[in-house]
């Protein structure tokens, strides 16, 4: 079984750039999430995504980050501009769903450095 | 809200010996918890987990965790290490939206 896929690994930009990270989840997924997760610290949620609709949002900066999930399955984070504090390891994760809530499966992630 | 606590940031234990990794966790209801690992680079693989009934589950690699409602902790522990355990452990809580702690790293010395 094909694992959560997540691209690109490693990313450096400088501050005030743009970025995008995508993720495909394992097939038949229904939940998708994002975690922010900064140096030293735990995976933090940022979007949790149910099928193609956004059931969680709270802790996404909305208004630098933005996500999607086009036709319920793959999933771009974009961060438009980025600012020092947001270098951090980006994990995308996926689950069946509540059925077996909390099961996630993690991608490798996304490294972003902003310079 | 929802929230883990993991005391001990560094462990450092030797190749055999016993570990014991500490979580402490705060949730309003019966909580689903979990323990996660992550090697170097890597994303994070599910240890082990725990919903309801038996309070002592059993993971994968040899690991083993205690659910205690009365001290609301779950422990994770193996009875003996070897190099390749030396990792970041995550213990999390919740039930879809998960809320980390902040990792204890474990080092394996010879």
């Known amino acids: 079984e094909a694992g959560v896929a997540q691209s690109p690994r490693y990313k450096i930009i400088e501050k005030r750039q743009s970025v995008a990270f995508w993720c495909n989840p394992i097939?038949?997924?229904?939940?998708l999430y994002w975690y922010q997760q900064i140096l030293g610290q735990g995976p933090k949620l940022l979007i949790q995504?149910?099928?193609?609709?956004?059931?969680?949002d709270s802790q996404l900066p909305k208004d630098r980050f933005s996500a999607e999930r086009l036709k319920g399955v793959d999933s771009t984070l974009k961060i438009q501009p980025a600012k020092l504090e947001d270098s951090a390891v980006y994990l995308c994760a996926s689950s069946f769903g509540s059925s077996r809530a909390g099961e996630l499966f993690f991608g490798e992630g996304s490294r972003l450095t902003v310079l | 809200a929802q929230s883990v606590t993991q005391p001990d940031i560094h462990i450092t234990v030797s190749e055999g010996a016993s570990l014991e990794l500490r979580c402490n966790y705060s949730y309003g209801a019966t909580p689903y918890l979990f323990w996660y690992v992550q090697s170097p680079g890597q994303g994070l693989q599910l240890l082990l987990k725990?919903?309801?009934?038996?309070?002592l589950v059993q993971g994968i690699k040899g690991f083993e965790a205690e659910f205690k409602r009365s001290q609301s902790s779950f422990n994770l522990r193996k009875p003996s290490v070897h190099w390749s355990d030396a990792a970041e452990y995550f213990c999390a809580v919740g039930a879809g939206k998960l809320t980390f702690g902040t990792g204890t790293r474990l080092t394996i010395i010879p």
């Open positions: 725990y919903f309801s009934g038996d309070t």
């Open positions: 995504f149910q099928n193609n609709g956004v059931v969680d």
């Open positions: 097939s038949g997924h229904a939940t």
